[in-house]
């Protein structure tokens, strides 16, 4: 029984160069979001995702970030044209239906840790 | 919007002894979830215990308890008998129940150091 899959583990890109982290959520899970945590820093929010539909983009920063998740395969974060500010971890979590009241537990994955030269 | 505040960079603890985190939050909403995430060196996430805010009941799970006070807007978490694999980063998180209640606000996390 996998859990959430991040990979790969570790990234590291120069100046300029383009990243794309992968997250393959739970067995069963429809739902998916991407976090940020900077150094020193907890988890913020970045985008919140279903198949094929981006629902809340609050947190992405408004250029070179975009987030995916398509019918097929996992979801992807792509980060354009990557500056040092861009190194953090990237920690993607997944959920089951979302219901509108109660909690939807979110499970986390090992994240992804980029570094950019 | 909501705010997470753990005032506690550091911490440590001797093996077996009890310490406690502390975490307050800001909201001006009535129902909520709080949580308490661990995070050790590899880096993976792992929920600890949660409280739902309706619950006035504190939260336990083995030798993790929390002490919640609504009103004071507080959500500390105690670990009792504590064990050199408690030693890791806790973050303390807040999410809405309603409308976003997907959307997890993390504060900045306590490293706790657990000594032999």
């Known amino acids: 029984n996998a859990g959430v899959m991040q990979n790969p583990r570790h990234l590291v890109r120069r100046r300029g160069q383009e990243a794309r982290l992968r997250c393959s959520p739970m067995k069963g899970h429809s739902h998916v979001y991407w976090y940020r945590q900077l150094p020193e820093e907890g988890l913020k929010f970045m985008v919140y995702?279903?198949?094929?539909?981006?629902?809340?983009e609050s947190g992405m920063p408004k250029e070179r970030f975009s987030a995916e998740f398509p019918k097929e395969g996992p979801s992807i974060l792509r980060i354009q044209q990557v500056v040092r500010g861009d190194s953090a971890a990237y920690f993607c979590?997944?959920?089951?239906?979302?219901?509108?009241?109660?909690?939807?537990?979110?499970?986390f994955g090992p994240g992804t840790r980029l570094t950019v030269l | 919007a909501q705010t997470v505040t753990q005032s506690q960079p550091e911490m440590s603890v001797q093996e077996a002894e009890t310490v406690t985190l502390s975490c307050t939050y800001d909201?001006?909403?009535?129902?909520?979830?709080l949580f308490w995430y661990k995070q050790p060196p590899s880096r993976q996430m792992i929920l600890v215990i949660r409280q739902e805010a309706y619950k006035q009941q504190n939260a336990t799970e083995n030798r993790f308890s929390v002490n919640f006070q609504k009103a004071a807007k507080s959500f500390s978490l105690k670990i009792s008998d504590s064990q050199l694999g408690d030693t890791a980063m806790y973050f303390c998180?807040?999410?809405?129940?309603?409308?976003?209640?997907?959307?997890?606000?993390f504060g900045k996390g306590t490293l706790l150091t657990v000594n032999p």
């Open positions: 998180a807040f999410v809405n129940s309603g409308g976003s209640n997907y959307k997890l606000t």
């Open positions: 995702l279903q198949k094929e539909n981006i629902i809340d």
């Open positions: 909201t001006s909403e009535n129902n909520y979830y």
């Open positions: 979590a997944s959920s089951r239906i979302v219901s509108r009241e109660g909690i939807n537990e979110q499970f």
